[in-house]
Nanobody, 115 residues
Framework: QVQLEESGGGLVQPGGSLRLSCAAS????????MNWYRQAPGKEREWVAK???????NYADSVKGRFAISRDNAESTVYLQMNNLKPEDTAVYYC?????????WGQGTQVTVSS
């Protein structure tokens, strides 16, 4: 069955870095655009970054220049490198796979930025 498993979240001080991973299985990973979303307490889920099947990337303005999305098709894994983290980056981060009418989601990983 389809699985997306996020890892790498945790507690980090402002200005610190984290690298999130999302391991995929159960579908043809290389066909899919991969996204990262996040949801902060009391807020709606928001899109953070995208990498399409060809490797092109897009970012939300709030993370541009600080976050970098990448993918390893051989390992069916997508990454989110997060640098210069801010308290407002605190959220549950979700991995999403999208292709045609298919949308798959992971369970999320908590990122907390606090001193």
């Amino acid at each position: 069955q389809v699985q997306l498993e996020e890892s790498g979240g945790g507690l980090v001080q402002p200005g610190g870095s984290l690298r999130l991973s999302c391991a995929a299985s159960g579908f043809i990973f290389r066909f899919y655009a991969m996204n990262w979303y996040r949801q902060a307490p009391g807020k709606e889920r928001e899109w953070v970054a995208k990498i399409n099947s060809g490797g092109s990337t897009n970012y939300a303005d709030s993370v541009k220049g600080r976050f970098a999305i990448s993918r390893d098709n051989a390992e069916s894994t997508v990454y989110l490198q997060m640098n210069n983290l801010k308290p407002e980056d605190t959220a549950v981060y979700y991995c999403n796979a999208h292709w045609v009418a298919n949308d798959f989601w992971g369970q999320g990983t908590q990122v907390t930025v606090s001193s």
